[in-house]
Structures are given as C-alpha cells and as structure tokens.
C-alpha cells in the first residue's frame, strides 16, 4: 500500500498522513454505514422491529421450555415479583415495585415483559429469570453490534474484553454470583446490561445518528421504570442525546468564522450574578444548603428551586441584553466540529420524525403511570416520588461518596461481589485509595474526551461524553439518597464503571495510533469471533446458573415453611367452607418473607386476598383493601395474645419453625356466602382457579425446585 507495510494486524507508513490514512482505512474497511444516511438511518425502525420480534420469540421459547421444569416456591421479595407479575398479567397493575419508604417505583414496564414467558410457562418463576436472561443477552450483543459499526473492531475488542472481565469472575459458593446476576429479575440488578446500552446509543445519537433516539427513549423509560434511582441517570443520557443529536444534525456544512463583538457592560453583571447562583446550586446538590452571616445580615441558602428559578431568569434576561455571547456563540457556530461530523445538509425533517416517534414511544411506556397519577383516589404515585425526592431527610454525602467510588472502580477490584441488599454504606466505608483511583478514572474519561474533540474523533468523543455524564449524574444521585443507602442501591454504578473503561481503552488505542504513527488494526474476523465466544459463554454462563439456582440454597428453610403452611392452609380454608373466598391477610414484620409465599400460593389458587398490617403495602393498591373480605388470616412470628383472644377470636390454622397463621371470620355467614365476588375480586381466580385449586391434593403433591427470594432480611431493609 503506497509507502506502507502491512505487518498483519499493524499497518504503518511512512508517507503523508493522508496517504497512511487512506492505506489504514483500506485495511480497516470501514463500513459505510458511518456516513450520514448510511446504516443507522435507513431502515432503523425496521431492524430495531425485527430485534424487538427476535428478542420476544427467544423469550417466549425460554418461558416454554421452563414450563417443563418442576415447579417451584418463591418467598420474600421474588414472591412479591410474582405477584407483581400475576397483577401486569391480567392488566391491573399501574406502577412499579415496591420501595420501603410506601411508594412505588415509577412505571411497571419490567413486569408486563415478564408477563408474556409467565403465562407461557404455566405461572412458573423461573420464567422471570429467563425474560431477564435473554433481554441482558440481546444487550451485550445490541451494544457489541453498535460499537463494531460506530468505531470498528477496536471497539468491539475493548468492550468484549470488560464486558468478560465483570462477569467471568468468582463468586460466592452459596447466594449469589455474577452468572446469577445475567438471570436475575430483582429491580436493582435487570436494567444494569440496558443501561450499558444506554449508553451507547446515547453516543450514537450524539453523533447524529437521530433515527435511533426512539430506542433511546425507550430505552431510558425501561430502565428508569426499574428503579427511582436510575432516574436522574436516564433522564440524562436521553436529554443528552436529544439535545446534542438534534444539534448535530441541524450543523450545516460549513459555517462561518465567530468574530469577537463588544459585549455591554449590563451583560457582564449578569454574567457575574448568574455565576454566583450556579456556584451555589452547585453547591447545594454537592453539600446541601447553609446559614451564615456577613455582619448584620443573615444568609440562608436551602432552596434549589428557588435558584433555579433565578438562573432561568438571568439566562432569559442575558439573552435579551446581548445575543452576541462570545462562547456560547462560537460553541454553536462550531457544533460540525464537535465530534468531526460533516452534515451535508439541513434534515429538519428527519429530527421532527425522530422527535415524533420518541415522543410515542415514550407516551407508550408512561400512560399506565400517567393515568395512575390522574385517577388516583388520593395522591398518585407519580406525586408522591416527587414530594419524597424534594424533602429535607437525612442525607449522608460520605456514605453516598463511599458508594459511588467503591463501585465505580468495582471491576478493577479483586474482592468486588454481586450486592444483595443485606450491607448498608456508611462513612466507614470510604477509602481514600479508592476515592483516588475513581477520581483517576475520571480524570483520565475527562482528557480522552477532551483530546478526541479536538482531533475530532467522533464515536470516541461521543461515547466519553456519554459516560462522563451518566457518572457524574450517579454521583449526584448517590449523594442525595435518603434513609439508609443499601449496597444495592448503588450497585448499578458498577455498570456504568464498566463503560466509562470502554470508553477511555477505545480512547487510548486510537491516540496510541495517532501518536505513534501506527495504526493497531484489530482483524475483523477476531474480534467478531471473541464476541460470538463472549455472547455464547454469558448464555451458557448464565443459563447454568438459573438451572441451578446456586443461590437457593440459602433460604431453604423459608422454602420449606411455604410449603408447609400453603398446603395447611388451603385445607384448612376448605374444611371451614371459605375455599375461594375474599380474604384480608394481617402479615406483620417478622414474617414477611414467608407470608409472602403463602400469599403468592392463594394469589394463583385463585383465592381473592387483599393485604393489611405493617408490611401491606408493599403488594400496591391492586392488593388493598375493599371491604368486601369475608375472613381475615392473620401471619405473624409472635402474634400478640391480646389480638388472639379479642372478639371475634382467632382459630389456630398451623405453624412452621417460626411463622404461625390463624384465621377469623370477619362476618358471621362468612361460610354460606354466595362465591359471586370470587371473580370481581381477583382476576386471577378466573384463569388460575380451574388449573390449579379444583385438585388442590395433586397441587400440593407436585415436585417442586425451591426458588428463593433475594433476601431474608426485614422490609424495612428492603430496597428504595
């Protein structure tokens, strides 16, 4: 090649850069998709469409197949994902889980894509696992597929290598493991692979690839759906992209050169003033507000909104005094070269199409929420997020810093394991080592961002920008958690770690070959192949470990106990005459996880249960009660005597090592009431009552795999 030697994987010349350019492209073979109008945009609804099918048949076949497995017992908060999954089934459920403080999470988007492999497998909870199993492959492989076309087999190679790297580890013999994590459907752990895709594709999109800002959207509503504490996280990648695509996309393809015009002096005091309230907003989501005092006068800074609302205010008025602002105007003058993107022409058409289906897409996963919030009897979920968000709780900020630093460089560490929600972060937890190592992490994203915008190397700029974002906005997240904040809680950051190591090695290897004049050429064919052996060995990896279910073991005892007293009581239920009655069920504290069990048990008999006491609210307003129960079942670990004895009494129903369930009824011809509420009342008596409790003896004969839930700890240490 033209004064070049091609050494088989590394090309390098000797003649002018753009003659070793043209002889590194014409070995490279750049796809042609990177043009604008090539691959991303003609055609992405079709193919994201035809992955959506794919991704859907791989579920529906997995869901089937577990069918055929024996069936299982779940306790704790994998009954309660159950039971949240029975609810999306027959269309009743409105939000998301469950979170300690008595809301729940933003929408339910997770449980109606478990919905379809649930029904499939015959009510089985190792469907759940499976759904999550096959969408967090469809991730890994989305998100190789976008960076071998976005920046070639370099790229792909960085990312197989850290993705291999999170996962291909030990973990603990018995509980969970990073191959139990690839199939797990708890809330905190299933959106971690999407939100690396989210990533991504907002990197994508910032290069001006706008016909995939639907999938972002989307995707930023499933994964924010999960979790409150991705919120600030997806908001801010899909604004990013948004905002930053749009610009791109709108650059023409020159512009003129920014000349330096007078500024008034008016324009200049405001600049100073809106200065100083930024500073402080900074400061206030860093820190928190303060009272201080400059000699007669009292300062009280605790309001960001009150600021915000200020800051508005300044930027409107700033506008109006002088629109010639000397670096705002030179940095929008100059949006081509910002990721070295040359737009031929103006596609105003394109944006409003892209904006159009986003807008859909988004109005598609948040109308059950929306109505939610609108039909609410009192205040709606939505609300109560909002006014939980902006209260004055206890904030730790080490704690908070403790956690995103320890789990931001968690795969570089040799002792990091999967969090299961039983370790609080406190300030103990900080290391200075570790602050160290996160704050050079971050400052090494921070100079490949900044040297690949200046070269203009577009996808590596992108996608630096992307995780410097999402990093910085989970550490504003993490230092604003309320109450006592949970490993798992910030477990996710781990995710976004892993990205942000994507980013800077595709950043060094492309300014190790800039700066040594040597182009690394990773052939194509080996890097396609380490991803096909990547994405079969997280398939085998992790379907291995769902068959397994190495972290069942832990609670089998709990396991045991719901077999026991489910049986118990639906015989018992029978002999009194209220076999498919409306039942409220008293479940207190101590017993939670096991009551959990025995409430998913009558929930799929068909049994119509509403639920009461002090961890009643955690099953959602769907399992609240109505009035019209006709019994009341009582599950507690040391019920008060006072409470068995009073009228009407209490009638012993049975008992395990240590949960114990006695029954009452709530009207006195409780036994000859018609069983006309039966199907008004739970939908799930309608379509599971005929399969499951006409022949409640060969039900409870059946063998079973136990599956257990994912903690056995209080609810009060539940989850956000």
């Given at each position: 090649?033209?004064?070049?030697?091609?050494?088989?994987?590394?090309?390098?010349?000797?003649?002018?850069?753009?003659?070793?350019?043209?002889?590194?492209?014409?070995?490279?073979?750049?796809?042609?998709?990177?043009?604008?109008?090539?691959?991303?945009?003609?055609?992405?609804?079709?193919?994201?469409?035809?992955?959506?099918?794919?991704?859907?048949?791989?579920?529906?076949?997995?869901?089937?197949?577990?069918?055929?497995?024996?069936?299982?017992?779940?306790?704790?908060?994998?009954?309660?994902?159950?039971?949240?999954?029975?609810?999306?089934?027959?269309?009743?459920?409105?939000?998301?889980?469950?979170?300690?403080?008595?809301?729940?999470?933003?929408?339910?988007?997770?449980?109606?894509?478990?919905?379809?492999?649930?029904?499939?497998?015959?009510?089985?909870?190792?469907?759940?696992?499976?759904?999550?199993?096959?969408?967090?492959?469809?991730?890994?492989?989305?998100?190789?597929?976008?960076?071998?076309?976005?920046?070639?087999?370099?790229?792909?190679?960085?990312?197989?290598?850290?993705?291999?790297?999170?996962?291909?580890?030990?973990?603990?013999?018995?509980?969970?493991?990073?191959?139990?994590?690839?199939?797990?459907?708890?809330?905190?752990?299933?959106?971690?692979?999407?939100?690396?895709?989210?990533?991504?594709?907002?990197?994508?999109?910032?290069?001006?690839?706008?016909?995939?800002?639907?999938?972002?959207?989307?995707?930023?509503?499933?994964?924010?759906?999960?979790?409150?504490?991705?919120?600030?996280v997806s908001v801010c990648l899909a604004g990013t992209a948004c905002v930053?695509?749009?610009?791109?996309?709108?650059?023409?393809?020159?512009?003129?050169?920014?000349?330096?015009?007078?500024?008034?002096?008016?324009?200049?005091?405001?600049?100073?003033?809106?200065?100083?309230?930024?500073?402080?907003?900074?400061?206030?989501?860093?820190?928190?507000?303060?009272?201080?005092?400059?000699?007669?006068?009292?300062?009280?800074?605790?309001?960001?909104?009150?600021?915000?609302?200020?800051?508005?205010?300044?930027?409107?008025?700033?506008?109006?005094?002088?629109?010639?602002?000397?670096?705002?105007?030179?940095?929008?003058?100059?949006?081509?070269?910002?990721?070295?993107?040359?737009?031929?022409?103006?596609?105003?058409?394109?944006?409003?199409?892209?904006?159009?289906?986003?807008?859909?897409?988004?109005?598609?996963?948040?109308?059950?929420?929306?109505?939610?919030?609108?039909?609410?009897?009192?205040?709606?979920?939505?609300?109560?997020?909002?006014?939980?968000?902006?209260?004055?709780?206890?904030?730790?900020?080490?704690?908070?810093?403790?956690?995103?630093?320890?789990?931001?460089?968690?795969?570089?560490?040799?002792?990091?394991?999967?969090?299961?929600?039983?370790?609080?972060?406190?300030?103990?937890?900080?290391?200075?080592?570790?602050?160290?190592?996160?704050?050079?992490?971050?400052?090494?994203?921070?100079a490949v961002l900044a040297w690949a915008l200046e070269k203009r190397k577009?996808?590596?700029?992108?996608?630096?920008?992307?995780?410097?974002?999402?990093?910085?906005?989970?550490?504003?997240?993490?230092?604003?958690?309320?109450?006592?904040?949970?490993?798992?809680?910030?477990?996710?950051?781990?995710?976004?770690?892993?990205?942000?190591?994507?980013?800077?090695?595709?950043?060094?290897?492309?300014?190790?070959?800039?700066?040594?004049?040597?182009?690394?050429?990773?052939?194509?064919?080996?890097?396609?192949?380490?991803?096909?052996?990547?994405?079969?060995?997280?398939?085998?990896?992790?379907?291995?470990?769902?068959?397994?279910?190495?972290?069942?073991?832990?609670?089998?005892?709990?396991?045991?106990?719901?077999?026991?007293?489910?049986?118990?009581?639906?015989?018992?239920?029978?002999?009194?005459?209220?076999?498919?009655?409306?039942?409220?069920?008293?479940?207190?504290?101590?017993?939670?996880?096991?009551?959990?069990?025995?409430?998913?048990?009558?929930?799929?008999?068909?049994?119509?249960?509403?639920?009461?006491?002090?961890?009643?609210?955690?099953?959602?307003?769907?399992?609240?009660?109505?009035?019209?129960?006709?019994?009341?079942?009582?599950?507690?670990?040391?019920?008060?005597?006072?409470?068995?004895?009073?009228?009407?009494?209490?009638?012993?129903?049975?008992?395990?090592?240590?949960?114990?369930?006695?029954?009452?009824?709530?009207?006195?011809?409780?036994?000859?009431l018609a069983s006309s509420h039966t199907a008004a009342q739970c939908p799930?008596?309608?379509?599971?009552?005929?399969?499951?409790?006409?022949?409640?003896?060969?039900?409870?004969?059946?063998?079973?795999?136990?599956?257990?839930?994912?903690?056995?700890?209080?609810?009060?240490?539940?989850?956000?």
């Amino acid at each position: 090649i033209h004064e070049g030697v091609v050494l088989g994987p590394i090309v390098a010349g000797r003649g002018p850069p753009d003659r070793r350019e043209r002889a590194t492209m014409a070995v490279l073979r750049d796809d042609a998709s990177l043009r604008p109008g090539g691959w991303f945009v003609r055609g992405t609804g079709l193919r994201i469409g035809g992955a959506a099918v794919v991704v859907g048949g791989a579920i529906l076949l997995s869901s089937y197949l577990i069918g055929f497995r024996p069936r299982t017992y779940s306790v704790g908060d994998e009954a309660l994902l159950e039971i949240y999954t029975l609810q999306a089934v027959h269309g009743r459920l409105q939000v998301g889980a469950y979170s300690r403080f008595g809301w729940n999470h933003p929408g339910p988007a997770w449980f109606y894509a478990f919905a379809p492999g649930y029904v499939v497998s015959d009510y089985r909870e190792g469907s759940l696992f499976a759904t999550t199993l096959v969408m967090n492959l469809a991730s890994v492989i989305a998100l190789l597929w976008l960076l071998r076309r976005s920046s070639g087999p370099a790229a792909l190679t960085a990312a197989v290598f850290w993705i291999g790297w999170y996962y291909f580890r030990r973990g603990e013999p018995v509980g969970w493991d990073f191959g139990d994590l690839l199939a797990s459907s708890w809330n905190p752990h299933a959106p971690m692979l999407p939100l690396m895709l989210l990533i991504g594709l907002t990197a994508a999109v910032m290069m001006g690839r706008i016909a995939l800002l639907p999938a972002v959207v989307g995707l930023a509503s499933l994964v924010a759906q999960a979790h409150v504490g991705l919120v600030p996280v997806s908001v801010c990648l899909a604004g990013t992209a948004c905002v930053v695509g749009a610009a791109v996309r709108l650059a023409p393809e020159g512009h003129a050169p920014v000349t330096r015009g007078p500024v008034r002096r008016v324009a200049r005091a405001i600049d100073a003033v809106a200065l100083a309230y930024g500073v402080l907003f900074l400061w206030i989501f860093v820190v928190g507000g303060f009272d201080t005092r400059i000699g007669p006068l009292s300062i009280t800074v605790n309001s960001w909104r009150h600021l915000a609302q200020v800051l508005v205010i300044l930027v409107v008025l700033r506008h109006v005094v002088d629109r010639r602002h000397p670096v705002i105007r030179r940095l929008w003058a100059r949006r081509p070269d910002w990721f070295g993107i040359r737009t031929p022409a103006r596609d105003r058409r394109a944006i409003w199409r892209a904006l159009a289906w986003s807008a859909a897409v988004g109005l598609l996963f948040w109308i059950l929420p929306l109505i939610q919030e609108l039909t609410a009897s009192g205040q709606g979920n939505l609300s109560r997020i909002l006014e939980f968000a902006g209260g004055s709780n206890t904030r730790n900020v080490t704690s908070g810093l403790a956690a995103f630093t320890m789990y931001l460089i968690g795969p570089l560490r040799s002792g990091f394991s999967v969090a299961a929600g039983g370790r609080v972060v406190t300030g103990a937890d900080l290391s200075w080592p570790v602050c160290a190592a996160a704050a050079i992490e971050l400052a090494l994203l921070t100079a490949v961002l900044a040297w690949a915008l200046e070269k203009r190397k577009g996808f590596p700029a992108a996608l630096c920008l992307a995780s410097l974002a999402a990093s910085l906005t989970a550490l504003l997240s993490l230092l604003h958690v309320q109450g006592d904040l949970y490993d798992h809680i910030a477990f996710w950051v781990s995710a976004v770690g892993t990205m942000n190591l994507i980013a800077i090695s595709v950043g060094v290897w492309t300014w190790m070959s800039d700066r040594w004049r040597i182009r690394i050429a990773v052939p194509a064919a080996w890097s396609t192949g380490l991803a096909v052996a990547l994405i079969v060995g997280l398939a085998v990896f992790g379907a291995t470990h769902l068959l397994e279910g190495h972290q069942q073991a832990r609670f089998s005892d709990q396991i045991a106990d719901v077999r026991t007293l489910s049986d118990e009581v639906r015989a018992q239920l029978a002999k009194r005459g209220l076999a498919g009655r409306p039942l409220r069920i008293n479940l207190t504290q101590p017993a939670w996880s096991v009551g959990a069990g025995v409430i998913l048990e009558l929930y799929k008999a068909g049994v119509p249960v509403s639920v009461t006491g002090d961890v009643g609210f955690v099953y959602g307003p769907a399992l609240a009660p109505t009035g019209r129960e006709v019994a009341e079942l009582l599950i507690a670990e040391r019920p008060p005597q006072e409470l068995l004895t009073g009228p009407p009494a209490f009638e012993f129903v049975g008992a395990s090592r240590d949960v114990s369930i006695y029954v009452r009824a709530l009207r006195p011809n409780a036994a000859a009431l018609a069983s006309s509420h039966t199907a008004a009342q739970c939908p799930a008596a309608t379509s599971l009552s005929g399969r499951r409790s006409n022949d409640a003896s060969s039900y409870s004969t059946r063998s079973r795999r136990p599956v257990t839930s994912r903690r056995g700890i209080a609810v009060s240490s539940a989850r956000v």
